[in-house]
């Protein structure tokens, strides 16, 4: 078995505390799941999923369009984009 070492991770106490209640809940310890995190990390060559930002998602995306098309076309003013 290879040697373990302790890392140190700073969360505000209260994302360690729903994280570490999640992780109970799929029958696994804050240490545990980190450790799938790290092997599955490297298994990837990647974060084993997408980080994203939600201002880019579908949704927003479509409604900016929308809103583009509509200043363009003289039917709202960039202050009432700016208000909605």
């Known amino acids: 078995m290879s040697e373990t070492i ?32 790290a092997r599955q990390s490297l298994r990837q060559g990647k974060i084993p999923f997408e980080i994203s930002d939600p201002f880019y998602n579908e949704k927003n995306q479509a409604r900016l369009a929308r809103s583009i098309a509509h200043a363009e076309a003289g039917k709202v003013t960039v202050h009432e984009l700016l208000e909605d």
Do not use: H
Request: hydrophobic residues 45%.
């Open 6 to 37: 302790n890392v140190t991770v700073r969360l505000d106490r209260e994302i360690k505390e729903r994280v570490e209640n999640l992780f109970q809940d799929l029958g696994m310890n804050l240490s545990t799941a980190f450790n799938i995190f």
